[in-house]
């Protein structure tokens, strides 16, 4: 049964791009993603048959995201709902009941061991920020092994609203896969230049966590794991104590956050300015992380850079 | 002797810290001569509505040439002192009273401002406009803030006779001389500079605070011009020690603990305050006695 209907999805499939090659192309299916990172990754692996749109746009924090009228409209018109999960969006599920969307929601972080938000890195001070001390972290996509079950879960979630397309998901995925496969060993291969003493950097919030697991690259935060908590002078003191303790060789901003305090305890610990990391939304465009690869290429060049010596 | 160092230890050990005290006291050198003089003027209200009007101007400033304290600084110089001109001359043109046409200001400008600055998927931080970042003063922000602390107290400095003369009689200064006007805009123009100082320090929504609280709790201990500014000082400049000092050491957030402990000694003061304060008004004196 399910050999024949693939069989019959793969003509279906011929016969669709040897249609749309003659006449006007089919109209693209809606699906809306719940922030620029997982948009990129919906859009990778459907390609032409799907029209991503995006909630919260490159650039943009969702930590502090306010849903608009219009974005209700989109995700009332979408037939598929892809978000992070891990607690990362939550706006949505309000979202999702006041605008009336039928769609499914489809989870894209899962099928591996979350990180818990308040692990090694946080300083403490930061207890009752809004992801709870008990929640996951839900930054999953700084470690590539995780953005391939990421793939998977969204080529499951485009086959189920798109039956028809099914093949050409699984197609594209295992094609998107290959080439995560070759970043993750990029990363790896770039983390070896840096010596192992000088593998750790100061950033702005603590989003960097499983960049940490994955390719053992030591992150010391400046605020908890959510961006709309403010820092306080003890907790502004602490952190200089422990980058001066710890001889971290660089800070990085991040494109989301604030870059003042950052510069300020560059001054004031000697630690090097290192550029900007992408961590929770692409660039625009013409920025230099317009998509999920380029965003991984991006913070791993920065690292080194600032890192090895 | 150990406990006061080790209550200060945080700025011998933080520059950051250094730099929150010394814009903390170049800003209680000033805003709080500029509050005195607001509220001689009953003008609190009025201070309130173009501090928040600096708000949008400062968002203007930020979507023209991004994180630029010029900018920031230029649009909010420019929108406060509109929005202090608008006000005045609604009240005078229209049948709303000013208390009305304040209110309508304030929450405009509050609007305006988060729209703007939320307007283009931006990254500055809305909190951080709205309660400052006395954590995160830079040499320029610095820089701004003692020039106007100096430049407001040479002012007042030079204009303090006249000043005084409009603001407590502006009927007869006008018509001696034309000098009048000139002396409600010299305020005016040095209010807004204050507000904009203030404004990088603490935000729209906190920055009046270190004006009129310190000025209000001086008004409940002396009836004299000359001990009320001087006393509105000293107790900015105390609440910003302590407030700071506070902060650190219970890890709060650095500027609401500083409007904190300046509400804190204007509590006390409207209990035990010597010239308007509630318990030496039922606790009878003595010359009535006889």
């Known amino acids: ?309 | 002797m150990e406990g006061i160092a080790s209550l200060l230890a945080p700025f011998a050990e933080f520059g950051f810290m250094r730099r929150a005290l010394a814009g903390c006291v170049a800003l209680s050198v000033s805003a709080p001569l500029i509050g005195v003089f607001l509220m001689l003027r009953r003008m609190s209200l009025v201070g309130d509505a173009i501090q928040h009007a600096i708000l949008p101007g400062a968002a203007l400033g930020y979507l023209v040439a991004g994180l630029s304290l010029g900018a920031m600084t230029l649009g909010g110089l420019v929108a406060g002192l509109a929005v202090a001109l608008l006000a005045g001359l609604i009240t005078r043109t229209t049948n709303l009273r000013e208390d009305t046409a304040i209110a309508t200001f304030y929450i405009l400008s509050l609007a305006l401002g988060v729209t703007l600055l939320t307007a283009r998927g931006t990254n500055v931080d809305v909190l951080r406009v709205l309660f400052g970042s006395v954590l995160a003063l830079d040499d320029a922000t610095l820089l701004l803030m003692t020039g106007v602390s100096s430049i407001t107290v040479l002012a007042l400095a030079l204009f303090l006779r006249p000043m005084v003369l409009e603001f407590a009689d502006s009927g007869f200064l006008r018509s001696v001389s034309a000098a009048g006007g000139a002396m409600h805009f010299l305020f005016l123009g040095l209010a807004v500079l204050n507000m904009v100082a203030a404004f990088h320090a603490l935000g729209t929504l906190l920055s009046i605070g270190i004006m009129i609280l310190p000025a209000a709790t001086a008004r409940l201990w002396t009836n004299d011009l000359t001990r009320l500014m001087a006393s509105s000082v000293a107790i900015a400049l105390a609440s910003c020690s302590v407030g700071l000092v506070a902060s650190y050491h219970l890890e709060l957030a650095s500027g609401p603990a500083i409007i904190l402990v300046a509400g804190c000694v204007y509590m006390a003061s409207i209990l035990a305050g010597r010239a308007g304060g509630l318990l030496p008004r039922l606790i009878p004196r003595r010359h009535l006695e006889g």
Do not use: C
């Open chain 1, 1 to 309: 049964m399910i050999h024949r209907r693939n069989v019959l999805t793969s003509i279906l499939a011929v016969a669709f791009v040897g249609g749309a090659a003659a006449q006007t192309p089919a109209p693209r299916i809606p699906v809306t993603a719940s922030f620029s990172i997982v948009a990129d990754l919906v859009r990778e692996v459907g390609g032409d048959r799907i029209e991503v749109s995006a909630l919260v746009g490159p650039g943009q924090d969702a930590h502090v995201y306010q849903p608009t009228p219009a974005d209700a409209r989109t995700i009332s018109q979408a037939k598929g709902i892809f978000i992070n999960g891990l607690h990362f969006e939550e706006f949505m599920g309000r979202l999702i009941k006041t605008a009336g969307a039928k769609a499914p929601v489809f989870r894209a972080a899962a099928g591996f061991e979350p990180l818990k938000a308040s692990g090694k890195h946080s300083h403490g001070d930061h207890k009752g920020h809004s992801h709870g001390d008990f929640a996951p972290d839900p930054h999953a996509w700084h470690s590539v092994p995780n953005v391939k079950a990421y793939v998977g879960n969204i080529s499951k979630g485009l086959a189920q609203i798109d039956p028809d397309g099914a093949t050409v998901y699984a197609q594209r995925a295992a094609a998107y896969i290959e080439k995560l496969d070759a970043l993750d060993r990029e990363i790896r291969a770039a983390v070896e230049d840096i010596p192992k003493e000088r593998r750790i950097a100061v950033t702005t919030h603590d989003a960097f966590a499983y960049l940490a697991r994955e390719y053992g690259i030591q992150f010391v935060t400046l605020q908890g794991v959510s961006t709309d908590t403010e820092i306080s002078a003890a907790g502004l003191g602490k952190t200089i104590r422990e980058v001066k303790a710890r001889k971290a060789p660089a800070v990085f901003i991040e494109n989301i956050t604030d870059p003042r305090k950052i510069e300020r305890l560059s001054k004031e610990t000697g630690a090097k300015l290192g550029g900007t990391l992408y961590s929770d939304a692409l660039s625009k465009a013409d920025g230099p992380a317009p998509t999920y690869i380029e965003l991984m290429r991006h913070n791993i060049r920065q690292l080194k850079q600032a890192l090895a010596p």
